[in-house]
Every structure is written in structure tokens, then in C-alpha cells.
């Protein structure tokens, strides 16, 4: 009978381990999934709404004429930007959200999507830092 229980006990820890272990790897494999979902998602969304203007050119000229006595062009290797494509590396600090008063003059923005200005352009991303719409302002 002591053999039986301690058969019936270590299956019981092995199993539990072993479970463990997959969803472990389980969880790897879904952030892996996560960023290819993200990556996929973004371009969904380019898909969808590639073909909409967020930028008007009188958008242009009051965002140039907000920003003008503020912006300064830094000495720093030119990042080119695009749509479709991605900010650049430490881009969270170095852009400058749109006045919230100004965005009832402006097109509306899918969900998840806001406007932003950086580096002479602005633009309409996403958290992840997906472009959307650009537009140069100087």
C-alpha cells in the first residue's frame, strides 16, 4: 500500500511539474506571437487606412504656425520617417503631443491612434510607434 501511494504522490509532483513547465514555454511562445500579432495588426491598419488624408494642408499650416516660435532643429543624424513605417529608438521622449484644443479643427483619428509632433514632421501613430500619417511641417 506504501508503494501504491508513493507511485500515485510522485506522479502527482512530476505531473505538476511537468505542467509547469509547459505553460512556461507557453508563455514564450505567445509574446513571440504577441509582437508578430502587433506587427500584423499595424499593418492591417496601414491597409485600412493608407488611403485616408489625417493631414490636411491647412492642418499643416496651423500646426506650423503653433510650433513655429518652439522648434529648433537639432544637430543629430536625420531619421527618415514614412508611412507604414516605425519612430525611431527613443522616440516616447522626443514627441510632442498636439494640443488637445486643436484637435477639433483636425480630421478625426482611428482608435488607438493619436497625433504627435517630432523632428520637423508631424505625425499620427500608435503606442507601439507605428506610423500611420506624416506630414512635414518645416
Do not use: C
Not at 507601439?128 to 500619417?133: A, N, V, Y
Amino acid at each position: 500500500m506504501k508503494r501504491v501511494l508513493t507511485v500515485i504522490l510522485a506522479g502527482v509532483v512530476l505531473g505538476g511539474v511537468l505542467s509547469t513547465a509547459a505553460e512556461a514555454g507557453d508563455r514564450r511562445g505567445h509574446r513571440r506571437d504577441d509582437a508578430r500579432y502587433d506587427r500584423d495588426h499595424d499593418r492591417d491598419d496601414y491597409r485600412r487606412y493608407s488611403n485616408r488624408a489625417y493631414y490636411r494642408p491647412h492642418d499643416v499650416v496651423v500646426i506650423r504656425n503653433y510650433y513655429r516660435p518652439y522648434y529648433r532643429p537639432a544637430p543629430r543624424v536625420a531619421y527618415r520617417y514614412y508611412r507604414g513605417g516605425y519612430l525611431p529608438p527613443g522616440w516616447r521622449t522626443r514627441v510632442v503631443a498636439v494640443p488637445v484644443y486643436m484637435e477639433p479643427q483636425f480630421v478625426p483619428v482611428p482608435y488607438g491612434y493619436q497625433r504627435g509632433f517630432i523632428d520637423g514632421h508631424a505625425v499620427v501613430y500608435n503606442s507601439r510607434g507605428f506610423i500611420l500619417d506624416i506630414a512635414a511641417v518645416f
